[in-house]
């Protein structure tokens, strides 16, 4: 087992994509980190908090149950046991997440559900602070960066298939901004972590991103038997292990 694998790195890089891939070849859980932040934004949303009311979005994060769960080959995400897979990629939620992402307050409370989520299984870790504070002590890490051109263009495809109507020149100023913000923000900016790996998506593309980690995990650690992410329980069977979120 390689333990816990950190893959951090900016927006539409390729690196959940990665992540999600890693997870699978290793048979690893996969924690998207990004997705409980969205999650969280969605309920706040839907709640009617106000976004300047810190303590009030970290205490709707701390009484939130999170539930990430692979489903025929699809990450779905649960909040308090309800599906919202599909509208946390939503454009109001991807305009506020970063505004409630920001809050020192509100990270304080994720760290603790993220880290906890990750003591169950074998983990791939996705986000912009697994390596350097989440779990800075995770023997593996990797960087995953790609020129913005490329990624507002992987971007800007995805709207195109949800059927927002943006312009290239829009999403790859959003990319912009987004990166300016991600590495330039007060608590927790995206940073490569010590000891972690970049790999660029530009010239290699996903797949080969993929194939350089898994060199890495093996070379690093030869001989590590693969993990084996628990298959996805019902909710009464985790009602009688007496188990919350996974
Ligand atoms: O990776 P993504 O686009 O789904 O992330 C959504 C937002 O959450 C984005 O604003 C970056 C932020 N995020 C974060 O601050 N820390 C993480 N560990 C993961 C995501």
Redesign the pocket.
């Known amino acids: 087992m390689y333990g816990i694998v950190t893959i951090d790195g900016p927006?539409g890089s390729g690196k959940?994509t990665a992540a999600r891939l890693l997870a699978r070849r290793l048979g690893y859980c996969y924690l998207?980190?990004?997705?409980?932040?969205?999650a969280a934004t969605l309920k706040a949303l839907r709640r009617g908090v106000d976004f300047a009311d810190e303590e009030s979005l970290a205490a709707l994060v701390r009484t939130t149950e999170f539930r990430l769960e692979e489903r025929a080959e699809q990450i779905r995400i649960f909040v308090d046991g309800a599906e919202v897979t599909d509208e946390i990629r939503s454009r109001e939620v991807?305009s506020k997440?970063?505004i409630f992402?920001e809050l020192r307050r509100v990270r304080e409370e994720m760290v603790p559900k993220q880290r906890a989520l990750a003591r169950k299984a074998a983990t791939v870790a996705?986000?912009?602070?697994?390596g350097t504070v989440?779990f800075p002590d995770a023997p593996h890490k990797f960087f995953v960066d790609g020129c913005a051109e490329v990624r507002a263009r992987r971007r800007h495809r995805e709207h195109l298939e949800r059927g927002d109507k943006l312009s290239y020149e829009q999403v790859l100023e959003e990319v912009r901004v987004?990166d300016e913000r991600?590495r330039n923000r007060k608590v927790?900016p995206l940073r490569i972590a010590d000891g972690a790996q970049v790999l660029d998506t530009t010239d290699l593309g996903v797949e080969g991103v993929v194939d350089r980690m898994l060199e890495s995990l093996r070379k690093a650690a030869p001989g590590a038997a693969s993990g084996a992410c628990p298959p996805a329980k019902s909710p009464a069977e985790r009602e009688e292990n007496g188990e919350g979120a996974r």
């Open positions: 927006a959940s998207d980190t990004g997705a409980m932040y969205r991807t997440v970063y992402a996705d986000g912009r602070d697994m989440v987004r991600d927790s």
